[in-house]
């Protein structure tokens, strides 16, 4: 059974990477498992690509082509009722990017999350007033209205409440380039407030930041992502740009992710360093 914090984008992903290999088990390829079972090649293709949820019979008869047994069924029905389940970004769907709620329902139970951010301070770690100033930021290029904005801003909050204080954290480990310390979203009252919560962020047990200085010979020229690890399902890295996002599922691509970003942070300073660095850059965000 799944935890409590279990995600039901998590177990739509898993309940069609299970029938993708249980399918390739008996040998058969899509179309021909899709000819029969009566369905459209599309059909299977879009359940084991978790963009199409199978109901109770297309498990059924699925597991008799299969030749599943009784407990792998069984655990199929769990995942399709968990997969039903709502998850509490759903909420803010109208006004968050489809790509950015798939995001949202991963992290949910994700692990260990590695963060680069070379230009702002991470999500996770923002203020509202400094989130507020971010997104209205680039209200005038993404076309936000006034509500979107207002709703982005309490789907940032929510997340970092859901995310930083689950009873079972995951791993969070950031690395910010010191540009983000600088680069001025608001007022000053409203940097500097930043960095403090940015102090108090990075002194939780679960929680790693540091500042790769600008100094430093920066090892990997990439803009931000954000790398995710489960329990029981694929690493997949998170790439956000101006309109749109996506994701890196190849493990081999997702590998190099990961390296790059220990790259990054074995040049970065340690965490003292960072809040003695952060320290300053709160108390020059007074004047």
């Known amino acids: 059974m799944p935890s409590q914090q279990g995600s039901p984008t998590v177990r739509r992903l898993r309940l069609g990477q299970e029938l993708r290999l249980l399918r390739e088990r008996q040998k058969l390829t899509g179309a021909k498992a899709a000819r029969e079972l009566g369905w459209s090649p599309s ?20 597991g008799k082509l299969y030749r599943i047994d009784g407990d792998k069924l ?6 399709l009722r968990d997969a039903d389940q709502r998850g509490w970004w759903e909420d803010y769907e109208d006004s968050l990017p489809e790509e950015y709620t798939k995001f949202l329902g991963l992290e949910a139970e994700a692990t260990f999350q590695r963060n680069w951010e070379p230009q702002i301070v991470p999500g996770l770690l923002q203020t509202e007033d400094y989130a507020r100033e ?12 006034h509500s979107g904005v207002r709703s982005r801003v309490e ?11 689950r009873s079972d954290p995951a791993v969070l480990r950031f690395v910010l380039d010191e540009a983000a310390l600088m680069r001025r979203f608001g007022e000053p009252s409203v940097m500097r407030a930043q960095m403090e919560h940015l102090l108090e ?4 047990p679960h929680v790693s930041v540091r500042v790769l200085t600008l100094d430093s010979l920066h090892p990997v020229n990439t803009g931000a992502f954000i790398h995710l690890k489960f329990a029981a399902f694929d690493d997949v890295v998170y790439l956000e740009q101006l309109y749109t996002a996506h994701f890196v599922e190849d493990l081999e691509r997702v590998a190099g992710y990961e390296t790059a ?27």
């Open 201 to 204: 962020v990075s002194l939780q």
């Open 134 to 145: 971010v997104i209205l930021a680039t209200r005038g290029i993404a076309l936000i209205t």
């Open 261 to 287: 970003f220990e790259h990054i942070r074995s040049e970065a300073l340690d965490e003292g360093e960072s809040r003695v660095l952060i320290q300053r850059k709160a108390m020059l965000w007074r004047g």
């Open 155 to 165: 789907a940032r909050i929510d997340r970092q409440q859901r995310v930083l204080r």
């Open 43 to 62: 059909k299977v293709s879009r359940i084991e690509a978790a963009k199409t949820m199978p109901g109770a019979d297309d498990i059924k008869a699925m």
């Open 74 to 79: 069984d655990e199929l029905f769990g995942l």
